[in-house]
Nanobody
Framework: QVQLVESGGGLVQAGGSLRLSCAFSGKIFSIRSTDWYRQAPGKERELVATITRGDSTTYADFVKGRFTISRDNANNTVFLQMNSLKPEDTAVYYC???????????????WGQGTQVTVSS
């Protein structure tokens, strides 16, 4: 059973930095893409950043220049480096991946359980 486990959230002052990690476990043949989403209280979940199998990255306008998504293939981990944090970045951050468990299966989507990021002013 594939699992995605986020870590690295916490409380930080405005202007500070945090590095989130999304660790993959279980049987994985190929990861097509991995996203970071976030959801603030009372708001819809929104896409923050994406990294594809070919290491192509995209970012939401509201984090461009501040956040960086990257991955460590050897350790099946995806990171989100968050700099210059603002109070409006406060949210639960979720990892989302589309992957194949084997060459015989199609792509399936998986969510992590989320990690809380709180930015104080």
């Amino acid at each position: 059973q594939v699992q995605l486990v986020e870590s690295g959230g916490g409380l930080v002052q405005a202007g500070g930095s945090l590095r989130l990690s999304c660790a993959f476990s279980g049987k994985i043949f190929s990861i097509r893409s991995t996203d970071w989403y976030r959801q603030a209280p009372g708001k819809e979940r929104e896409l923050v950043a994406t990294i594809t199998r070919g290491d192509s990255t995209t970012y939401a306008d509201f984090v461009k220049g501040r956040f960086t998504i990257s991955r460590d293939n050897a350790n099946n981990t995806v990171f989100l480096q968050m700099n210059s944090l603002k109070p409006e970045d406060t949210a639960v951050y979720y990892c989302y991946a589309v992957l194949q468990e084997s060459h015989l299966t199609g792509n399936r989507a998986y969510w992590g359980q989320g990690t809380q990021v709180t930015v104080s002013s």
